[in-house]
T-cell receptor, first 118, second 107 residues
């Protein structure tokens, strides 16, 4: 099946700094990518929908100025956590959508990025 | 209250046994319901996807059912293996996710 990669897999940063996370679809083009946050033992929370060449659509309660999303190409979306604080520590996961037969689409998830803000 | 509720929260079974996980959703409209397997510290992997007109879908030892009238879905795992130990998550329209059921398969 299709592969979605994320980089880095783990990052530790100091409070107040910014961190960029990359999400790549390795063998297919993804016009739509999604970013999620997942706290321990909780469900995935959709943060934003990223469309290639246009502005991301953010879910209610997600600060667009804090979580900057750029979907510059059909295979790459980036999430930048600006001025990170300890409460931003979480598991960030991206997914990419690939069109399939008969109107289906498949959704492939990246392996996730563990962000720790100290 | 989460719009997608899963039960049980956790489940321990012996290797070789079957189990059934439940997912209830409250939101409309409906496009699809998907079950994922998520290993600890990894991204979810899609197991099955069902649209409104489908009420069952199988993928190997995994069989998902859907009742769109009652807004309920289940995931049945047969002949469990140790490698089935993971969290199983259902999602509604790929937008809302349940908190998952943590399955542990013991030898």
């Amino acid at each position: 099946g299709a592969v979605v990669s994320q980089h880095p897999s783990r990052v530790i940063c100091k409070s107040g700094t910014s961190v960029k996370i990359e999400c790549r679809s390795l063998d297919f083009q993804a016009t739509t990518m999604f970013w999620y946050r997942q706290f321990p033992k909780q469900s995935l929370m959709l943060m934003a929908t990223s469309n290639e060449g246009s502005k991301a659509t953010y879910e209610q309660g997600v600060e667009k100025d804090k979580f900057l999303i750029n979907h510059a190409s059909l295979t790459l979306s980036t999430l930048t956590v600006t001025s990170a604080h300890p409460e931003d520590s979480s598991f960030y996961i991206c997914s990419a959508r690939e069109s399939a037969a008969a109107g289906y689409y498949e959704q492939y998830f990246g392996p996730g990025t563990r962000l720790t803000v100290t | 209250k989460n719009q997608v509720e899963q039960s049980p929260q956790s489940l321990i079974i012996l290797e070789g046994k079957n189990c059934t996980l439940q997912c209830n959703y409250t939101v409309s409209p409906f496009s699809n319901l998907r079950w994922y397997k998520q290993d600890t510290g990894r991204g979810p992997v899609s197991l099955t996807i069902m649209t409104f007109s489908e009420n069952t879908k199988s993928n190997g030892r995994y069989t998902a059912t859907l009742d769109a009238d009652t807004k309920q879905s289940s995931l049945h795992i047969t002949a469990s293996q140790l490698s089935d130990s993971a969290s199983y998550i259902c999602s509604h329209n790929d937008m809302r996710f349940g908190a998952g059921t943590r399955l542990t398969v013991k030898p």
